[in-house]
């Protein structure tokens, strides 16, 4: 059998790349029988894998497999599954101390959190055992990537205990392997055999807060989650010791997709900010109806990040959702409603750089799908084309095309709730607020969720910004605590000297992006080299220059570059945040080719990356990791120059 990721051969009946760790079959969730990876229907059956669309003939064929054997019978299978098994810290002790009624408020409250966090991943939650929970993946129903479902929710569940109480804290056991289930049980346990017993003994010797992996898990889960190395571990009832790994943190959307080529820094001190933005998502989703969140902060303040840690936990949930989002550039022209254009392309499979003839066949295509009406279908069509460019608009400006517009995302709504991120609404045009003005305030009965990311400046020109509106939440990210940014330097530079490191605080005033341009500087002096999930030093940091500001930290990083490679990122600064090869081979007169090869360098060096997500209209553009390196490249040339 060939592992699709890897290529290598691997015998028949494994059920992971020997290389790699990728799964080799998928489980039917109909009959249970072994698929490769990349197939869509069961050979044995021909039910859908991954799931079906609900009322069709695999879809029903999949619930008489999860409730058993035709007539109701249990039926006895072996399955490969993934079982988390979660408990609460020293809540005997905690239990002795409360009255009664209070400690069944907290387990209900506890439960309620495990059962909500499990079901969204798509798991089933098998059995609370006192203040334990375990849940399992690949039964009664599977899907290729549940060792991954699994260990995110056990690590949003241990985050999420937090919030039960100051003094709470969880911990978590996930285990991937071969098991006995019975489909279709009641009244006693779904999952039985050795490993159920090894996930509960490997939960019992997690620190407090913490998850630990067994192996398979690891190797199946390591492209989205990071992990570190826990040791090996003598577990009662087990000859030999078990090796563990400690999940981290999420570090890329599901399979690995939007993956950092670098080190993706911890994400700290934004833990309640992150929990509201999940809190009102499901809240638009449950009351179907449109929220506008607004999301304020210096530059570097890690308003981009939250959004981030927001799209990787909305990718891990089970249920759909249908995620735009787009920027607004700082300058050029026709760039009005650039933002809403990007959703556009992306929910059409648009890259920036498609012909006229493709734009109108996928529009066409998109408004097919979403608009069965012939007659709103083209009035729609015709406004999205004029949004793109590619046709005149129709009579009546913004009073025709605003509906139209909404009408697309509300009939997208209508089967699964939409997020739209709109990112540097400081530099957007007042057409575009007053199409967000428009949605906000025209759209109803659809799950709509509209995140908007600006600078304060924005708040300046718009001190009326989400006044009077319905459903806004208004949300200022402030400055990192110290405790927070030495919590992010110790994630990222374990070995970090506490002289530097105090240099390093005092200095960022309580900005992350500062921290992350540090490392990212020491990185490309020398001074530090990737080991595993972090750096370690390599020279004597105690004497590291600290840069007064974060402007005058990326420019000594720009200083630092060859003369050619810095001329180049000024002239990349000039045509935007993301540009192409051909386009700025253009500019400085050279051959893509040799311009590809230096982006691939400055890329390495962590100051601009490379757009791969084949769903972006961006893909295959570059674009500056930051939009502050942008400004501070453009701002070092002169205005005859640029």
């Not at 022209?333 to 959703?343: K, N, R, V, Y």
Request: net charge negative; hydrophobic share 45%; with cysteine.
């Amino acid at each position: 059998m060939t592992c699709t990721s890897c290529g290598a051969q691997n015998d028949l009946g494994r059920k992971f790349c020997l290389e790699c760790g990728t799964p080799l079959a998928v489980a039917c969730g109909a009959c249970g029988a072994a698929n490769p990876a990349a197939a869509k229907f069961c050979g044995e059956c021909g039910g859908r894998l991954g799931g079906a669309e609900p009322g069709s003939a695999q879809g029903d064929r999949g619930a008489a497999a999860a409730t058993g054997a035709p007539g109701g019978q249990p039926v006895a299978e072996r399955r490969l599954v993934s079982v988390m098994f979660t408990d609460l810290v020293g809540f005997t002790t905690l239990a002795e101390q409360r009255d009664a009624e209070e400690v069944r408020d907290l387990l209900s409250r506890y439960f309620d959190l495990a059962r909500g966090i499990v079901e969204r991943h798509g798991g089933t939650i098998e059995k609370f055992i006192g203040d334990a929970v375990m849940a399992v993946w690949g039964a009664p129903t599977s899907h290729e990537d549940d060792a991954e479902r699994a260990v995110r929710a056990a690590l949003e569940l241990v985050g999420g205990v937090r919030g039960l109480g100051p003094s709470l804290q969880a911990r978590a056991g996930v285990l991937t392997a071969e098991a006995a289930v019975t489909i279709g049980a009641v009244g006693e346990g779904m999952v039985a055999g050795d490993m159920v017993n090894t996930a509960s003994r490997l939960q019992s010797v997690a620190p407090p807060g913490t998850v630990l992996v067994g192996e398979a898990t690891m190797h199946a889960a390591s492209r989205a989650i990071a992990f570190e190395a826990a040791g090996e571990h003598l577990l009662k009832g087990k000859a030999a010791p078990v090796p563990a790994w400690r999940a981290l943190r999420v570090v890329a959307e599901r399979g690995g997709r939007g993956r950092s080529e670098g080190l993706e820094a911890p994400f700290v001190g934004r833990d309640d900010e992150l929990a509201l933005l999940k809190d009102l998502y499901h809240a638009t989703a449950r009351d179907r109806r449109v929220r506008l969140v607004s999301v304020t902060g210096q530059g570097g303040i890690g308003k981009s990040r939250l959004a981030w840690e927001f799209l990787k936990y909305i990718d891990g949930l089970v249920d759909t959702v249908y995620w735009h989002q787009g920027r607004s550039p700082s300058y050029g022209s026709g760039i009005t409603f650039w933002a809403l254009g990007e959703m556009v392309r992306e929910r059409a499979s648009l890259a920036e750089t498609d012909d006229e003839s493709t734009t109108r066949a996928r529009i066409a295509e998109t408004t097919a799908r979403w608009l069965p009406d012939e007659r709103e279908r083209r009035w729609v069509e015709a406004a999205l084309l004029a949004l793109l460019g590619v046709g005149e608009a129709p009579a009546g400006g913004q009073d025709q095309l605003f509906p139209a517009w909404r009408t697309l995302f509300e009939r997208i709504a209508a089967d699964a709730p939409v997020v739209m991120v709109f990112e540097d609404l400081q530099w957007a045009d007042s057409g575009l607020l007053a199409f967000i003005d428009h949605l906000a305030e025209w759209s109803r009965g659809v799950p709509i969720y509209v995140l908007a990311l600006a600078r304060p400046e924005f708040l300046e020109a718009r001190p009326d910004w989400g006044a009077g509106k319905r459903n806004f939440t208004s949300l200022a990210l402030e400055p990192l605590t110290p405790e927070a940014m030495r919590d992010l330097l110790a994630g990222l530079v374990p070995g970090l000297p506490d002289d530097a490191a105090s240099r390093i605080v005092a200095r960022a005033d309580g900005v992350p992006l500062y921290a992350v341009e540090i490392v990212r500087m020491l990185v490309a002096q020398g001074s530090l080299e990737l080991a595993g999930e972090a750096y370690r030093p390599v020279g004597d940091l105690a004497e590291v220059a600290v840069p007064e500001t974060l402007h005058s930290l990326i420019a000594a990083r720009l200083d630092g570059l060859d003369p050619a490679d810095r001329t180049l990122m000024q002239a990349a600064a000039v045509l935007g945040q993301t540009f192409t090869v051909d386009s700025l081979a253009d500019v400085v007169g050279e051959d893509p080719a040799t311009v590809e090869r230096r982006l691939v360098s400055l890329a390495r060096r962590e100051l601009v990356i490379r757009d791969v997500d084949p769903r972006s209209p961006e893909r295959g553009q570059f674009a500056f990791v930051q939009s502050l390196v942008r400004e501070v490249a453009s701002s070092t040339l002169a205005r005859r120059d640029r």
